[in-house]
């Protein structure tokens, strides 16, 4: 990774940019045109120059944050737009350039003060953030509101379609939200936005090769933007191609290294695959950033849990776990740190609020141990629909004695369930809500299973008892909604 790259003197950025062709005496002239071509990484270096040369250009400062969003340098956008005045021409698009800042970094109350009234030139970029904020944090029916008023302003504005789309989602109707995307397609200036909501869809739908179709086609258009090269990193890694998620998540470290998102993403994939110490140096690198993230946060308890540094393991893990009570992998995580520092009391309590934590805590190979490479290849089977292959990895995990490992009896039973084999997907079903009975996905898993057995009223509570408790799952939406129909 050449991250020292861009902590060059301005000598060398000098140095480097005078020396690519087709420049002009200008630097923010060629910084346009570089942005303008979605050349980013060279957007940016032009503009240094031009920064060094007049620190308080406000255009050149307004594009170096617009710049610097796109390679998912939010600090560096912030700090540019902190440079304007509140008088200058830029003052109301440097406005919402903030909120939508505060949006992307998880500041959600901060960015929701700064887009609470969409007005103006840049009332829809404002509203995009306001519902989004609005949705992260939990204010469902505002959100739909603010969604209203939104569309009916901006109806074909690509962010505010897209937001649509999700709320459809949200709600279980993929169906609606897959017609936004092709009416999305349709708009010529929808291109980058709309290949990225069509590719979330379609892995929604199961549908990798499509999704990873669709984000392609977003890095084709803008090569150098973090979301949709993090996203067909994503597809890459969920796919079980890791050499190809990691070069990708290790481009966007490269374009943008002060974004502790790509440093959580690609530790967390160094930590899937088993490189603890990997993970940790990657961690460390962000020197306290990762962990201002929750996803941050989590990650780096669970790596000092499993390198021995358990006092540091609890700090984070509670702290995490103050917002997300009911993970059993990381309360068991927890526990095992708690045990290790002498606080068993503690420990058991925690475990015995959260079954599905002790089971995990349990470390027995049989129930915890997750075969790597196998699991992860019949997964793959069953994001691909190829449910011939996937049952046959799941039974042999199962026969092999991963029979109460709650992943693998819960996604053999889908793939025996799409192929048609109602009994046995039934029979694994019931397995899986042996080992964690109040888990939503398992509920929904076997409760969709029974229902189409013909045995609606069992089925229907289990996808009841399931949509409470997990209402934002797009699958178990549509299975209750589709349930209740019958």
């Known amino acids: 990774m050449k991250t020292h790259f861009f902590r060059s003197s301005a000598l060398a950025i000098a140095l480097l940019c005078t020396a690519c062709s087709g420049l002009t005496s200008d630097p923010l002239a060629d910084a346009k045109t570089a942005f303008a071509k979605n050349d980013f990484a060279s957007a940016r270096l032009h503009l240094m120059n031009a920064l060094q040369d007049d620190s308080a250009n406000a255009e050149a400062n307004m594009l170096f944050a617009r710049t610097a969003i796109e390679l998912g340098d939010y600090a560096g956008a912030e700090a540019s737009l902190n440079k304007l005045s509140s008088q200058n021409a830029y003052a109301v698009q440097a406005q919402a350039l903030k909120a939508r800042i505060y949006l992307l970094s998880q500041k959600y109350k901060e960015a929701l003060a700064m887009a609470q009234k969409p007005a103006g030139e ?37 962010d505010l379609m897209a937001l649509n789309g999700n709320y459809h989602i949200a709600q279980g109707n993929l169906v609606e939200a897959e017609a936004i995307a092709q009416r999305m397609l349709k708009i010529a200036s929808a291109g980058f936005p709309a290949h990225i909501f069509a590719g979330q869809v379609a892995t929604l739908k199961g549908e990798p090769a499509e999704a990873r179709n669709h984000f392609t086609k977003a890095v084709a258009i803008r090569p150098q933007n973090i979301t949709g090269l993090t996203l067909l990193g994503l597809n890459y890694a969920e796919g079980g191609d890791i050499a190809k998620a990691r070069k990708i998540f290790e481009q966007t470290q490269a374009l943008a290294p002060n974004n502790p998102m790509n440093l959580a993403r690609l530790a967390q994939l160094e930590y899937d695959e088993g490189n603890l110490d990997k993970a940790f140096q990657l961690v460390q690198s962000g020197k306290g950033t990762v962990e201002i993230l929750p996803a941050g946060m989590k990650l780096s308890g669970m790596i000092d849990a499993r390198r021995g540094n358990h006092r540091q393991a609890i700090d984070k893990l509670q702290r995490y776990l103050s917002d997300h009570s009911d993970e059993p992998e990381t309360v068991a995580m927890l526990a095992k740190s708690l045990e290790a520092t002498g606080a068993s009391a503690e420990a058991q309590r925690l475990l015995a609020a959260n079954p599905l934590a002790a089971q995990h805590a349990k470390g027995n190979a049989a129930t915890i141990a997750q075969p790597t490479a196998e699991l992860k290849s019949a997964d793959a089977a069953l994001r691909s629909k190829d449910y011939a292959k996937a049952s046959a990895i799941y039974a042999r995990l199962i026969a092999a004695g991963h029979d109460r490992n709650v992943v693998i009896l819960n996604n053999a039973a889908v793939a025996q369930m799409e192929l048609g084999k109602l009994d046995q997907a039934i029979k694994l079903g019931r397995q899986a809500l042996a080992v964690a009975p109040t888990d939503p996905i398992v509920l929904d898993t076997l409760g969709w299973a029974l229902v189409q057995s013909g045995d609606r009223a069992s089925g229907m509570a289990m996808i009841s008892a399931a949509y409470k408790a997990m209402p934002g799952n797009a699958e178990i939406a549509a299975h209750h909604r589709e349930a209740k129909a019958l």
């Open 122 to 158: 840049f009332s829809a970029q404002l509203s995009w953030v306001k519902i989004s904020a609005l949705l992260a944090l939990g204010r469902v029916d505002e959100a739909k509101a603010a969604l209203d008023d939104g569309l009916a302003a901006h109806a074909t504005d690509p």
